[in-house]
């Protein structure tokens, strides 16, 4: 059976509620596949996947039937897992993806997040196989933080677990688990935690509070590293020649990438629409606010 828009779990008081708010993350869901795949993130593989509006303990993300996420069109094309085990709310479900523990790993360990959007970018991997950190080099990626994200190394942990069949994924609770808690920062305040986690010989997952910031992470931080190997290009290789942002620089960058993100995502929203590739059956999301840079709100 697939999602309903009129919901419904038995024994509880939200029985029979409709929500418009899942349609709209369905909608936006669908199109975040394509601006996803259309920015070179996802191919045939990668996945985005989205906290469930009426229910904390479930994600939504598509299933592994359509085949890319450039191909998912419709609310046909998503599952319902829980959280706590990345097991399907609904018997009967297609065959999903096996790496589908890392959206429920981090969706269990931090209530905050909203989305996740796991690639395995070719501009990210080459900076973890040489050994460089990735760092920010320009304003669009200051949510980076200025000493850059973590790297999340799959070796120790193979050892660790008797040396199982060592194919990177991150296909069970117990690895799912090793990569969520890499995100945590600041263990006094149990709050904060990294934007991005970046993998070892696989490439990176990243999350938001919301489906658009989690794209825009996605899409700067490819950004960034692109940027990033052109200047070592032009610097001969040597990374004491980079400029990187301050840490104060950073920080108020973070800041106004949190308040513009909502522009670059209606141009992204738009590109896909006007191409014939993409296909989303539930309709246009409607219409995001645009906060700027006048717009003193912004979340951490
Ligand atoms: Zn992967």
């Known amino acids: ?62 299933s592994y039937d359509p085949g890319a996420p450039a191909l998912v069109s419709s609310v046909k094309d998503f599952i319902e897992y829980y959280t706590s085990n990345s097991e399907p709310v ?34 990210v991997i080459p900076f973890m196989a040489a050994g460089f950190q990735i760092k920010p080099v320009f304003h ?26 060592q194919d990177m994924l991150i296909k069970n609770s117990f690895l799912g688990k090793e990569l969520a808690e890499t995100f945590f920062r600041a263990k006094d305040s149990g709050i904060a935690v990294h934007p991005v986690v970046l993998q070892n010989k696989h490439g990176f997952t990243c999350i938001g509070s919301n489906i658009q910031q989690a ?20 610097a001969g290789g040597d990374v004491t020649m980079i400029q990187f942002l301050t840490k104060d620089e950073a920080e108020g ?24 590739l993409y296909q989303n059956e539930e309709g246009a999301p409607e219409e995001l606010p645009v906060g700027g840079m006048q717009d003193d709100s912004w979340g951490t």
């Open 90 to 123: 609904q018997k009967d479900q297609p065959r999903g993806y096996s790496e589908r523990f890392i959206h429920g790993e981090i969706y269990a360990r931090y209530p905050a997040v909203k989305c996740v959007v796991h690639s395995h970018s070719e501009s």
């Open 140 to 165: 669009m990626a200051g949510f980076l933080g200025a000493a850059g994200p973590p790297v999340f190394d799959l070796t120790d942990l193979y050892t660790r677990m008797n040396r199982p069949a």
């Open 253 to 276: 960058c973070e800041k106004m990438n949190w308040m513009t993100q909502d522009k670059a995502f209606r141009l992204w929203l738009r590109e896909v629409q006007v191409n014939p």
């Open 215 to 234: 794209v825009y992470r996605a899409i700067y931080l490819q950004n960034n590293c692109k940027l990033l190997k052109d200047a070592l290009d032009l």
């Open 1 to 62: 059976m697939p999602i309903s828009y009129t919901q419904s779990r038995v024994g509880k008081s939200d029985v029979g509620k409709t929500s418009p708010d899942l349609r709209q993350v369905v909608r936006l869901l669908i199109s975040a596949n394509h601006i996803l795949h259309q920015h070179g993130l996802v191919d045939a593989f990668g996945h985005i996947s989205a906290r469930h509006p009426l229910f904390d303990d479930q994600y939504i993300i598509a």
